[in-house]
């Protein structure tokens, strides 16, 4: 069975452009997240969207967001890029509705903003 | 969600037994303690989830007191290719939160030969 697909994996762009970085989850997995992580913050929760929608949230501003299309597969856009946006995005799936389940992640997409 | 205390780094030997302890003091009824392990550039992997008392699989133990206020999470006879972040987390795994995790700083394990 595939693991999690991340696209690219690594991107580098400039101040003010914007991004968008490619998920596919595990085949049969509707649930997907996005999280960040920077030596300075650790891992943070972006996002997480089941069956195309998007059911929880984490607290990052309006210029991050998110979707997910009907075969589950989702896309994280950063608009209006800062240099702070630099770091590692990962993406994680699950079935998504079972409790306590694990997560499997992606590699990730190593984002540099210059 | 719970905050979790764990030591920011511990060092080993191959071959030690390696024990990571975990603080979670406001744990809630509903809460499970997961375990994930992360490898530089790499996404974390699930290690291992209890709720209660101790759970054990082919890679780790985890044992939980009574009182759930701590965990630890036990790594037997640790090889070179074990140095890794650990990240303890805790938090309610119900059905609709199951994409949603909080990690802390991690404990970064260095195993030396």
């Known amino acids: 069975k595939a693991g999690v697909t991340q696209t690219p994996r690594y991107l580098i762009k400039t101040r003010g452009q914007q991004v968008t970085l490619s998920c596919s989850p595990i085949s049969g997995h509707r649930s997907v997240s996005w999280y960040q992580q920077t030596p300075g913050q650790g891992l943070q929760f972006l996002f997480e969207?089941?069956?195309?929608?998007?059911?929880n949230k984490g607290n990052f501003p309006g210029r991050f967001s998110g979707r997910q299309f009907s075969n589950s597969r989702s896309e994280m856009n950063v608009s209006t890029l800062e240099l702070g946006d630099s770091a590692l995005y990962l993406c994680?799936?699950?079935?998504?509705?079972?409790?306590?389940?694990?997560?499997?992640f992606g590699s990730g997409t190593q984002l540099s903003v210059l | 969600l719970a905050k979790t205390t764990q030591p920011i780094s511990m060092d080993s030997y191959e071959g030690q037994e390696v024990n990571i302890t975990c603080s979670h003091n406001?744990?809630?009824?509903?809460?499970?303690i997961t375990w994930y392990q992360q490898f530089p550039s790499q996404g974390p992997r699930f290690i291992i989830q209890?709720?209660?008392t101790k759970v054990t699989n082919e890679v780790a133990s985890l044992f939980i007191p009574a009182d759930r206020k701590s965990s630890t999470l036990s790594l037997p006879r640790v090889s070179l290719s074990d140095t890794a972040v650990y990240y303890c987390?805790?938090?309610?795994?119900?059905?609709?939160?199951?994409?949603?995790?909080?990690f802390g700083q991690g404990t970064t394990l260095q195993v030396k030969p």
């Open positions: 969207y089941f069956s195309e929608t998007q059911r």
């Open positions: 994680a799936s699950s079935l998504g509705d079972r409790e306590g389940e694990k997560l499997f």
């Open positions: 987390l805790v938090g309610d795994a119900g059905s609709s939160n199951t994409g949603k995790l909080i």
């Open positions: 406001n744990i809630a009824t509903n809460d499970y």
């Open positions: 209890g709720y209660k």
